[in-house]
């Protein structure tokens, strides 16, 4: 009990500054290790040779679409769990952590089926040729099917956030991705197994990290109950998962279609350009994943604060998430900008087509990804208010409005160079309409906080 009413206490009354170290700073720490063990294996795909870099590029954005469904539970659950706490509705929470969970692993289950038996035609239509498809085969039949653990995983991840337990979602996080990168060498080199290894290196580490969270769950530590009887359909809750669940999982399949069609124009300039994309995507998601842990702080605190009309608090929230994650993304994308070509030949044996390749898109990606940590902050926002419509279009803005014309039109006059720039032009463009967004939600919220105060 008394742990329970610590965590109340930082959602809704200890400083801004600790509250956010307190709960972004764990899951900061596991967002980190998790993107690292992400680059690892990478790193030892990446010495078996080029087709097999290109095999698990390609798969990439198939896993991160199952992941989204774990998102699209877990964090369209948690904006209303932190809301529900906010209010002292313990009973709705209840209902709305079952379902969400319970929904989750049974929704997943189905894509993942259809995914196994559609393998082929999906790798295909990710941009995998002749040469890497073998591989990709093997390293995505492995992966996908032991991702409905991942599935669990990102959706206790969000809900644990959601009542203030960051500490148990890094635990999870970090068990995972430092098994994964204590199993790779041996599964992929030792036994002899390639990127099938890598997979099942993967698949053990998920299981690992579902175990953490089935102990944290069936010791009573959480703030919510875990019971069948207690998922509950009804209008108001599935309508509330679902009103920020559907946004969230949009922006993963819009992360995935970016990634999917970035790889898709690659390919026509070589397996080299295709195999640079992968460190690219991974090494910019390592500096995304840290943003998004320590915001993963940031949103508990924005919607128990809204949710208890407590604006000066949310005010502060925001402006502080804004100083900070904007100084990480400056310094994080300043050494990618810096040394993209010492960090790309980490990830081959010496292809230095793919070394130049890949510097050019880091460099450039390096540097507009300064903006992502101000972007960031109003599209988490926008959601936990239960603002889906603005929180769906912003998101849909950096990898989706803006990325798709540009990715399909600028390569017809740039080449190669137009692949490469597509997304730092794309990040620019959604920086401009976050400015335009923001301004007009501190004005809503102005009004909102004078006709609180004066019914009050």
């Not at 980190?32 to 078996?48: E, M, P, Q, S």
């Not at 279009?393 to 409005?401: D, E, P, T």
């Not at 335009?436 to 939600?441: D, E, G, K, N, R």
Request: positive net charge; charged residues 10%.
């Amino acid at each position: 009990m008394k742990k329970h009413h610590t965590k109340m206490d930082l959602l809704g009354s200890a400083p801004i500054p600790k509250a956010l170290l307190a709960l972004g700073l764990p899951t900061m720490i596991g967002m980190l290790i998790n993107a690292l063990y992400n680059l690892v294996d990478t790193y030892f795909v990446g010495g078996l040779g080029t087709d097999q870099m290109g095999a698990v590029t390609v798969a990439f954005p198939l896993g991160q679409i199952v992941v989204g469904l774990g998102l699209l539970f877990g964090n369209g659950a948690a904006a209303y769990l932190s809301r529900l706490l906010g209010r002292g509705d313990k009973d709705t929470a209840n209902k709305v952590a079952s379902t969400a969970v319970y929904s989750s692993i049974l929704v997943g289950a189905i894509v993942i089926l259809c995914s196994v038996i559609f393998l082929k035609p999906i790798l295909k239509q990710l941009g995998a040729i002749e040469s890497v498809l073998p591989d990709a085969i093997a390293y995505s039949g492995i992966y996908i099917t032991f991702s409905i653990f991942n599935v669990f995983n990102v959706t206790m991840n969000n809900i644990v956030s959601s009542e203030g337990a960051a500490k148990t979602a890094m635990c999870a996080l970090m068990t995972g991705a430092i098994l994964n990168v204590l199993l790779d060498p041996v599964f992929i080199y030792a036994l002899h197994l390639g990127v099938a290894g890598a997979a099942i290196a993967t698949a053990i580490s998920q299981i690992v990290s579902t175990l953490v969270y089935l102990c944290y769950i069936l010791r009573k530590k959480s703030v919510f109950h875990f019971r069948i009887k207690d998922c509950c359909f009804s209008k108001e809750i599935v309508s509330e998962i679902l009103k920020i669940g559907i946004p969230t999982l949009l922006f993963q399949l819009l992360t995935s279609l970016s990634i999917g069609m970035m790889d898709n124009a690659a390919k026509e300039y070589g397996n080299s350009a295709l195999a640079a994309m992968g460190p690219l995507t991974k090494m910019m998601s390592m500096g995304s994943l840290m943003v998004f842990g320590f915001l993963k702080g940031f949103q508990p605190i924005a919607g128990f604060s809204y949710g208890a009309k407590k604006f000066d608090r949310l005010h502060e929230a925001i402006k502080t998430s804004i100083l900070w994650s904007t100084i990480f993304c400056l310094i994080f994308g300043l050494i990618v900008a810096i040394f993209p070509a010492q960090i790309m030949s980490l990830f081959t044996k010496g292809d230095l087509e793919m070394i130049r390749v890949g510097s050019i898109a880091l460099r450039a990606n390096g540097l507009s990804f300064i903006l992502f940590g101000f972007y960031t902050v109003y599209s988490f926002l926008f959601l936990v208010m239960g603002r889906a419509k603005e929180g769906c279009i912003l998101g849909a803005c950096r990898q989706g409005i803006f990325f798709v014309p540009v990715i399909l039109l600028l390569p017809m006059f740039w080449g190669l160079n137009g692949v490469l720039y597509a997304q730092p032009i794309a990040d620019v463009l959604s920086a401009v309409v976050t400015v335009w967004m923001a301004v007009h939600l501190h004005k809503e919220l102005v009004v909102t906080k004078e006709r609180f105060l004066s019914a009050g």
